[in-house]
């Protein structure tokens, strides 16, 4: 015959098993809930980065040709969004037997910076064709922008315009690092006249700057994001640090020239991480010297 205590315990065993049955039927319902929606939040995870990388080729396809000949000029660029996709823009289009190129960086990054990227660039594809001169196409564009009434980003632009007969380069420096015009011997030739930043000043006057790629020359014009790239001391690549790299590889051809630029950053980078967009174009015109 059971004992007392043997009788009580039964009894607490069977009352343990009856709420722990009862509690794993609640519990249940909720966890196969909690998959569903954990999987619910995987696909439309995965569908924004679907669209955000769709968004990034897009961008991309918006730049114009990576790479480009034209008669004996050749042109090479690249664009490298921190995030996702890029405030750093080029675009590339001929015009009436020039070429027109221009390079430019929206303040900000990510999917803010890469939305007004569109809207920017669409406008000197619309304003050179119409204008056809750089120092008018940034002043029509920066009236353009301050007349959306929105809260308009900064952005700084190089836009040029060469005539690929006589290499004679016309340009609009608005607020962007100036372009390096490099000659066979080291010399070189910083691009600065223009005028402000786009979307600040209202009544901005803009002014065209002249020069000439001659043959052997070669131009490269970049965004901020490389001569501020920071080592793991903190120190920055810099202008000078850009303008080294330049002619230690301007006997290069373009493609080569830009890659051999970037690592030299990233060299110089090691395991810091990038904090900025980056773009650099490179545009050669071939003459008396002999490229690699």
Request: net charge neutral; with cysteine; aromatic share 6%.
């Amino acid at each position: 015959m059971a004992s007392v205590a043997q009788i009580r315990s039964s009894y607490q065993n069977r009352r343990r098993s009856a709420v722990t049955a009862t509690t794993q039927a609640g519990i249940r319902p909720r966890h196969h809930a909690l998959e569903d929606q954990l999987a619910s939040l995987k696909r439309e995870h995965d569908d924004l980065r679907r669209a955000i990388y769709e968004a990034a080729q897009a961008q991309r396809r918006l730049c114009g040709p990576r790479h480009l000949h034209a008669g004996s000029y050749e042109f090479a660029s690249e664009i490298f969004p921190v995030r996702h996709l890029s405030g750093d823009f080029i675009t590339l289009l001929q015009l009436e037997g020039d070429l027109v190129f221009a390079i430019g960086d929206i303040a900000g990054k990510g999917l803010m910076a890469g939305m007004w990227f569109t809207h920017v660039v669409g406008m000197i594809r619309r304003q050179m064709p119409a204008l056809g001169d750089p120092a008018a196409a940034l002043s029509a564009i920066n009236r353009d922008l301050l007349l959306t009434g929105l809260d308009v980003p900064l952005t700084t632009l190089f836009l040029a315009r060469i005539n690929l007969e006589n290499g004679d380069l016309t340009y609009c420096n608005a607020g962007h690092p100036p372009a390096l015009l490099l000659g066979e011997n080291s010399e070189f030739q910083e691009l600065r006249e223009g005028g402000p930043v786009l979307g600040a000043i209202r009544r901005a006057s803009f002014a065209n700057g002249n020069a000439q790629l001659l043959p052997g020359n070669t131009l490269l014009a970049y965004s901020d994001g490389i001569p501020e790239c920071r080592n793991e001391m903190g120190f920055e690549f810099g202008s000078q640090g850009l303008l080294n790299a330049a002619r230690t590889f301007s006997g290069c051809k373009p493609s080569v020239m830009l890659f051999s630029v970037l690592a030299a950053v990233e060299n110089f980078a090691r395991t810091q991480r990038r904090e900025d967009d980056v773009a650099l174009m490179v545009l050669h015109r071939f003459g008396s010297r002999k490229i690699n």
